[in-house]
């Protein structure tokens, strides 16, 4: 059972990137998954969140407006649409799956987390 993150990349400030978060070994359709991001020197920080069947999601203040997520559960896929991009949403960006009850914006909440995607923006 893991996640495959992949989409990043260098990107000019102002530009989109789209990533996205495979799940294999199960669907994981019934559960809520998010994204984080992690630039260098900085803890890991939420990023979006998404229920299990795509009808509620959560962003931080940061990316709101900007970046949008979504999933696919047919396709066992989730995604996150990043628009009009900053110098600091400079990080590695991980998927993670929500195992325990806690709080959506909190990392101890996600018990599986795939590998990260670096995405790099320029000024």
């Known amino acids: 059972v893991q996640l495959q993150a992949s989409g990043g990349g260098p990107v000019q400030a102002g530009g989109s990137l789209k990533l996205s978060c495979a799940a294999s070994g199960r669907t994981f359709s019934d559960s809520s998954m998010a994204w984080f991001r992690q630039a260098p020197g900085k803890e890991r920080e939420f990023v979006a969140y998404?229920?299990?069947?795509?009808?509620?999601?959560y962003y931080a203040d940061s990316v709101k407006g900007r970046f949008t997520i979504s999933r696919d559960n047919a396709k066992a896929t989730t995604f996150l649409q990043m628009n009009t991009l900053e110098p600091e949403d400079a990080a590695i960006y991980y998927c993670a799956v929500r195992t325990s009850t806690g709080s959506m914006t909190h990392v101890t909440t996600y018990g599986l987390w795939g590998q990260g995607t670096l995405v790099t923006v320029s000024s």
């Open positions: 998404i229920n299990w069947d795509g009808s509620a999601t």
